[in-house]
């Protein structure tokens, strides 16, 4: 049954209006009206979460799983609906669509899991010793609590597994603390649809109605307004380096200041090792083309830049991730604005002469063809607009002259999402040099393989130094990300029918 938008906000359980509206700018199909956000609905939407937090922020582990796991259900029973209207406001395939929503499913059922057993409380116990001298020592109980509200934006890349139940949302509803999500505006009727299973879980789980609340975009005053508010205690946010710094900037102005958890970009550098280039050039070549051609080149974790040494080997790796590049046809992308932004980045490298263009193409409207260029190791240090995210199928191969160019290459780079080291057994070395350098860079590290595309599992991270992310020792990604929305608090000689039932 095919699914019409009604437009509206859910704030505390009710679907409400705006004072004005905006058209959606679909990829294809037709265009729905959206009721703007105002900052009235924000400071509705918080005070109801603020009141949700003293049943919600104090409920069982077992009732927040079924939550979660409810939450799961009710998503899976409109997949339809949400491939359909997916894939007319974004352009992203029906495969990839499926694809992310058992992503989203299987996030929110991993933390269900995951808050069952309660290993992320951390529990700490120090028992008294009275007859401790010269001073006994208390009894001492500490365990990780929920922070209370949490503010979530939606991303435009990715919208089901990090936007509306996402998971940002997944982690803080597991932690304990109700969410309120600033749709976007590049896919507001896949936001809707979600939101309207998340409504159908609060009800059939018994949960405060302001546990989640839904404030469309349109406005930029929205945001502000949402980090801003004095009851939201953290932000989750997966967007652009600008308006993201933006926001984090006016969490740290806040009188009472607050994390703000942002994700931000990155060009994720791949260095291929010189034994690795001689034995398959070709094929890491070619490999490395689809990775960065996938999705139209828009995931955060998009290999942009490739380091190779000079010569006939990384010729060899340059000519088949080129000829790989001209075979990928032109690729819708994700919105107008973001097309825009892909030609505007290109242009910068075309009007640069420490580049080389090898492969220059022109796109049109909402569409983008592959595009790659080539620069010298000092070019690229010297030049810090290269080391930039073009948020789409652009690459960059910078040539090195040696393994010394290379390190001192790497320890050029700015704070990453990602880094990977193609090698093969003769560059184990070269790698052990290598690799307490990406360490250092990066939020994680891979080898023989391509970023793009990540586990949802204990041991991800997707997160690192700054610009990757605003905060170099959380994950968005993975089960970890839940110790972003809790604080640890000791409770010293409180008796045990008073403490918290998870640590009584």
Not at 230 to 257: M, N
Not at 410 to 438: C, H, N, S, V, W
Not at 462 to 482: C, D, E, K, M, R
Request: with cysteine; hydrophobic share 40%.
């Amino acid at each position: 049954m095919s699914f019409t938008p009604h437009g509206k906000h859910l704030v505390s359980g009710e679907w409400v209006s705006g004072d004005a509206m905006f058209s959606s700018e679909p990829a294809h199909g037709p265009s729905h009206e959206f009721s703007v956000g105002t900052v009235d609905l924000v400071d509705r939407a918080c005070e109801a979460a603020e009141e949700a937090f003293w049943s919600y922020g104090y409920s069982s582990r077992a009732d927040r799983a079924a939550f979660l796991d409810a939450i799961a259900d009710e998503i899976e029973a409109r997949g339809a609906q949400i491939t359909e209207i997916g894939t007319q406001e974004t352009g992203l395939p029906e495969a990839r669509l499926e694809g992310e929503r058992g992503r989203t499913t299987g996030q929110l059922r991993l933390f269900a899991e995951h808050i069952r057993k309660g290993d992320y409380l951390d529990r700490r116990h120090d028992a008294a010793l009275p007859d401790r001298q010269p001073l006994p020592r208390p009894d001492l109980r500490m365990i990780q609590r929920p922070i209370g509200p949490v503010a979530v934006f939606g991303a435009s890349n990715f919208p089901l597994a990090f936007s509306v139940a996402g998971g940002d949302t997944a982690a803080a509803l597991a932690a304990g603390c109700p969410v309120v999500v600033k749709g976007h505006s590049a896919h507001p009727g896949t936001g809707e649809i979600v939101a309207e299973a998340i409504k159908a879980a609060v009800g059939k789980t018994g949960m405060p109605a302001g546990v989640f609340s839904l404030i469309q975009g349109g406005n930029r005053e929205v945001g502000q307004a949402l980090v801003q508010h004095p009851l939201i205690k953290a932000v989750g946010f997966t967007g652009s380096l600008g308006g993201g710094r933006a926001l984090f900037d006016l969490c740290a102005q806040r009188d009472e200041p607050i994390p703000f958890y942002g994700e931000l970009g990155s060009v994720n550098p791949m260095f291929v090792l010189p034994e690795a280039v001689k034995a398959r050039g070709a094929e890491i070549g070619k490999g490395w083309a689809g990775s960065l051609t996938m999705g139209a080149g828009q995931f955060c974790t998009n290999p942009g830049i490739a380091v190779v040494e000079t010569g006939a080997e990384g010729d060899a790796f340059v000519q088949a991730a080129a000829d790989a590049l001209k075979e990928v046809g032109p690729q819708v992308m994700l919105t107008d604005g973001i097309a825009k932004a892909y030609r505007d980045g290109q242009d910068r490298f075309e009007t640069r002469n420490s580049v080389t263009p090898i492969l220059s193409t022109n796109s049109e409207g909402r569409e983008a063809n592959p595009n790659l260029y080539e620069t010298s190791a000092e070019n690229y240090l010297q030049d810090h607009a290269l080391g930039e995210e073009v948020f789409g199928p652009l690459g960059l191969v910078i040539r090195v002259g040696g393994i010394e160019e290379m390190l001192n290459l790497a320890k050029g780079f700015e704070g990453q999402l990602t880094a990977t080291i193609q090698m093969d057994e003769g560059d184990t070395e070269t790698a052990r040099k290598l690799l307490p350098i990406l360490e250092r860079k990066a939020g994680r590290v891979l080898a023989n393989g391509f970023p793009t595309g990540v586990e949802v599992a204990d041991a991800m991270v997707h997160g690192g130094p700054f610009p990757a992310s605003t905060n170099f020792g959380a994950t968005s990604v993975g089960t970890l990300s839940i110790r972003r929305f809790l604080r640890p608090v000791s409770f010293q000689n409180i008796p045990t029918g008073v403490l918290p039932d998870d640590l009584a």
